[in-house]
Structures are given as C-alpha cells and as structure tokens.
C-alpha cells in the first residue's frame, strides 16, 4: 500500500502543449495552482514602425513543461490553455530531468540561442571544457557557416543552437 502511495506522490517533468500565445498565461495559471511549471523565456529585440523593445518570449513556442505526480496529472489538464500533454501512443512522454536543469542553465547565461525542429545531420558527439556551460554534451554541426552546438529537447522534438568557440569544446569519447 505504501509503495502505491508513493508511485503516486513521486514527480516527474513533461511537456504540455498550450494553445497558440497562451504559454504564460497557462504559466501563470499552473503557479497559483502550486503546480511546479517552468517556461523557457528568451529575450528577443522587437521592431515595430515607431520603436524597439526587448520583450521575453517562450524559446518554445506552445510549450510549458510541469513537475507532476501521478494525482496532480489530471489537474494540468484543467488549466485554461492547456491543450494536451506531449504523449506517445495515449501516454504522456515524461522529460528528462537532466534536460531541464540542462534548459535552465543555457538559459541563465547571457548567449545567441537559436531552436530549430529541423532534422540535422548528426556530427561529432562533444563536451564543453570550459565557461559555464562546462560538462554539457551535445552534438557539433556546421550551420549557415558558423560552428556551433545542437542540444536535442527529444520529448518535443526541438533543438537549441548554441554558438560556440573551437576552444571551448573537446571531442566526446565513447566508451562502450
């Protein structure tokens, strides 16, 4: 009994997806619920006829990713917004807690992100040696003719691009 109690209470990270522009609305509406959410914001410098602003926009767009547990699932559901958890086969795909603590430190540092859902061919497996981003892995690719490094978010099928120097990174070794 007690074990079933705790498969209950044990919380895992998924992602959810919001319909279009509501993701800090649903953001908003999960913490006053005391569901522990975290949306991905980036500052982006928007031009209109008159001015220039930096607004903070989700780095994915329809996405919001939620701690749950088993009886908090179902309360997700409920908030205005919300459309449906990022799911396989009528399954919510639970998201990797390394890939979120992974998110939050890219984005606590000041650098030129891009995300892409594209397919890209595969380089070399890499570890970055140094800065603050030290220990992170990901995957080396030429794109539109800088060096940069692709971190795959598998669960919603989007990539960041990180710009980043030869000298900070160092070919990964596999060990088998």
Request: aromatic content about 10%; overall charge positive.
């Amino acid at each position: 009994m007690s074990q079933d109690v705790n498969c209950l209470n044990k919380k895992r990270w998924y992602a959810i997806y919001t319909r279009s522009r509501f993701e800090k609305k649903v953001y908003q509406d999960l913490q006053k619920r005391d569901i522990e959410s975290f949306l991905p914001l980036q500052k982006v410098l928007k031009q209109w006829s008159d001015r220039k602003k930096w607004v903070e926009e989700p780095l994915f767009r329809s996405y919001v990713f939620v701690r749950v547990s088993e009886k908090e699932y179902y309360e997700v559901l409920k908030v205005n917004g919300v459309q449906w958890y990022v799911a396989s086969e009528g399954r919510a795909i639970p998201v990797r807690e390394k890939q979120i603590d992974i998110l939050k430190k890219i984005l606590s540092i000041e650098m030129e992100l891009e995300v892409t859902h594209d397919d890209l061919e595969p380089g070399t497996d890499i570890e970055i040696i140094s800065g603050s981003l030290k220990g992170l892995t990901g995957r080396l690719i030429k794109y539109k003719g800088k060096q940069k490094v692709i971190i795959n978010i598998e669960t919603i099928n989007h990539s960041i691009i990180l710009s980043i120097g030869e000298e900070y990174i160092k070919k990964k070794i596999q060990i088998q």
